[in-house]
């Protein structure tokens, strides 16, 4: 039973980080997009 325990909360900090990772990433692929945007708009005008 200890065993289970020990894999659950690897999965679970595993999970965890990964979230963390896609939630970075995630952030930073849409802050790039909303410069390149801006930097565009600013080109038009």
Do not use: C, F, T
Not at 11 to 21: D, H, P, R, T, V
């Amino acid at each position: 039973m200890q065993e289970l325990r020990y894999i659950l909360v690897a999965l679970g900090g595993i999970a965890i980080a990964a979230l963390l990772i896609h939630g970075l990433w995630s952030n930073r692929k849409n802050r790039q997009a909303q410069i390149k945007e801006k930097h565009m708009g600013r080109m038009e005008s």
